[in-house]
Nanobody, 122 residues
Framework: QVQLVESGGGLVQAGGSLRLSCAAS????????LGWFRQAPGKEREFVAA????????SYAESVKGRFFIARDNARNTVHLQMNSLRPEDTAVYSC???????????????WGQGTQVTVSS
């Protein structure tokens, strides 16, 4: 069974940091591009960051560029999202996803985790 399991979410004050992790199993990890998406209540799922299979190139949404950083450890089948300078508008459920093709759209991803809640207070 394919599993992507996120961890590291929680409550943090504006300006603080959180590090999210996603552990994958049931897939050949290094064949997949990895992405992070988020969804706030009443809003559509939004692209946050993605990293290619080899970990050589990363992409970020403009809203998080310079604040969030994605990294993967293919030896441990894990991808991370370091989130700095958090803002209340970053509050959302954050999900990791895996894609054979890669891209910035949710429809391009084949497998999804259950999500972890990030709440940023003002």
């Amino acid at each position: 069974q394919v599993q992507l399991v996120e961890s590291g979410g929680g409550l943090v004050q504006a300006g603080g940091s959180l590090r999210l992790s996603c552990a994958a199993s049931g897939i050949t990890f290094n064949r997949y591009h990895l992405g992070w998406f988020r969804q706030a209540p009443g809003k559509e799922r939004e692209f946050v960051a993605a990293i290619r299979k080899r970990g050589d190139i990363a992409s970020y949404a403009e809203s998080v560029k310079g604040r969030f950083f994605i990294a993967r450890d293919n030896a441990r089948n894990t991808v991370h999202l370091q989130m700095n300078s958090l803002r209340p508008e970053d509050t959302a459920v954050y999900s990791c996803a895996a894609s054979l093709v890669g891209g910035l759209g949710p429809d391009e991803y084949d497998h999804w985790g259950q999500g972890t809640q990030v709440t940023v207070s003002s």
